[in-house]
């Protein structure tokens, strides 16, 4: 059962994935956000290849974060993905907030990434 605001966030998330795309140099990053987890992925569109997933279900973040649910949470993923992109070699990315307003954790996911060196 959809309800009716997802549904309006996928057609969001449908206009907004007209408009971009992720290459192999510049990969798209897609963010997930449920009540409980977020989740970000690093995604080529031309290979249709996932590169790289950070989520608060992370193991990496297993003893950082008190709770998962949180816009802490979202920070500390989001500057944990900046790093495994820049360990990847992944300097600029495409940023796809998924049709979801760019406010709370997809803001702090986002500005941290930023903060962390990742450039989009």
């Not at 790093?83 to 954790?105: A, L, P, Q, W």
Request: hydrophobic residues 40%.
């Amino acid at each position: 059962m959809v309800f009716q605001r997802e549904a309006l966030r996928v057609v969001r998330h449908k206009r907004i994935r007209k408009k971009l795309s992720g290459t192999t140099a510049r990969p798209r990053m897609c963010i997930k956000k449920t009540l409980k987890h977020t989740y970000a992925q690093l995604v080529d569109d031309v290979s249709g290849k996932i590169l790289l997933t950070v989520s608060t279900l992370s193991k990496d973040l297993t003893g950082i974060i008190k709770a998962v649910d949180n816009k802490a949470a979202a920070k500390d993923g989001g500057a944990l993905f900046a790093k495994k992109c820049i360990e990847k070699g992944f300097k600029t990315i495409v940023f796809d907030r998924s049709g979801y307003i760019y406010h709370g954790k997809v803001k702090q996911m986002a500005d941290e990434a930023r903060k962390e060196g990742l450039v989009f």
